[in-house]
């Protein structure tokens, strides 16, 4: 299945959607391969265009998305060992560490358009949506509940942090989940799981998800 749009030459037409490619699947995926797709108005033909030099005789690759290791073992039943678009689903653990409270501010994040259940994060850097989301759960009750001018400049980025102790709160606690997690993915797999013939591909997703936690448990030193 690939991408195709209901005019030739709209590619990025909102109105995209899937449709079958003949051959296309033949096509192994790279996540550092340089190609643009498009349609031919003249033939109606749907053409993969390489935008770097393939060697004669080497394997003609595509790019299919950037994604991580998980989605596509899910997807198409292969990692990459190395692949620079590994991420975790922070918001996911964030969301089960609160334990259902904070629900009044999760309300204001969800109003504002920042899905917190949605938020990943790669091992490079921590998310800016994930800073603010951090930094409105972090800040003490009294702040919350009587200088909603202050927190809304931090909710819309008007200003990066509210106070050194706040900060401190902010990160603290993703440390603590990201050290947990880290924890969680650089156990063992089961003797069950082991048998599977994907036990392979299953680990290298944990090794780079634990790596990931680890990376953003670094990035949140409060000394920093």
């Not at 030459?9 to 790279?30: E, Q």
């Not at 997690?181 to 944990?206: E, G, K, M, N, P």
Request: glycine share 6%; charged share 20%.
């Amino acid at each position: 299945m690939t991408l195709a749009a209901d005019r030739p030459g709209t590619m990025t037409d909102s109105r995209a959607h899937l449709a079958l490619a003949p051959f296309l699947d033949l096509l192994n995926h790279s996540d550092t391969a340089e190609v643009e797709t498009r349609v031919d108005r003249a033939t109606l033909a749907f053409e993969i265009v390489a935008n770097a030099p393939v060697a004669s005789g080497s394997e003609a690759l595509i790019f299919y998305g950037p994604h991580d290791n998980g989605f596509l073992l899910v997807e198409y039943g292969f990692v990459l060992p190395n692949n620079r678009f590994s991420s975790v689903l922070v918001g996911e653990a964030l969301l089960a560490a609160l334990g259902g409270k904070g629900q009044d501010r999760l309300a204001v994040l969800s109003d504002a358009g920042i899905a917190v259940s949605e938020i990943r994060c790669g091992a490079d850097e921590l998310d800016w949506s994930l800073l603010i989301v951090l930094r409105i759960l972090a800040l003490d009750r009294a702040t919350w509940q009587t200088n909603e001018a202050l927190w809304r400049k931090l909710l819309h980025g008007e200003i990066d942090s509210f106070d050194e102790a706040t900060e401190r709160r902010a990160r603290r606690f993703l440390r603590d989940i990201a050290e947990a997690q880290a924890a969680i993915f650089s156990s063992a797999l089961s003797t069950d799981i082991l048998h599977d013939t994907r036990a392979a591909a299953v680990q290298v997703v944990r090794d780079q998800h634990a790596h990931v936690w680890s990376a953003i448990a670094g990035h949140c030193n409060i000394d920093n």
